[in-house]
């Protein structure tokens, strides 16, 4: 499931801050699942960039305080995700290791060429 950043833009404000913690099953407790965010995060800006967005596939693997995110597209949408020299793929890395680093934790993501 996506989840929209609100409308209403503050100074500062960032994506991951507005998306909602989970509860852990069968209690209240707040779990705090960053690669399940850190994947959303991704799937969200691959999904706008391109023309066939039920083809993005999004991995998560790793654990702990590293993670690692694997994002596969049609490949006719891999131009728009890598863009003109890497410079969209090195964004949304900009993007995520910001996010990642806001939560201690360390991303990188990995653009999987299609079959």
């Known amino acids: 499931m996506l989840f929209r950043p609100k409308q209403s833009h503050q100074p500062g404000d960032c994506f991951v801050a507005h998306l909602p913690w989970r509860a852990v099953p069968g209690t209240n407790a707040p779990r705090n699942d960053m690669g399940e965010i850190m994947k959303e995060l991704i799937e969200y800006i691959a999904r706008s960039l391109v023309e066939h967005p039920d ?4 991995r998560e693997s790793g654990g702990g305080t590293r993670i ?11 131009g728009r995700v890598i863009g ?3 410079k969209v793929a090195n964004s949304i890395r900009t993007l995520l290791r910001v996010a990642a680093e806001k939560k201690g934790k360390q991303a990188t993501l990995d653009v999987v060429e299609p079959e």
Do not use: A, C, F
Request: glycine share 12%.
């Open 55 to 58: 083809d993005v596939q999004v």
């Open 68 to 78: 690692r995110i694997e994002l596969k597209v049609s490949k006719d949408d891999m």
């Open 84 to 86: 003109k020299g890497g």
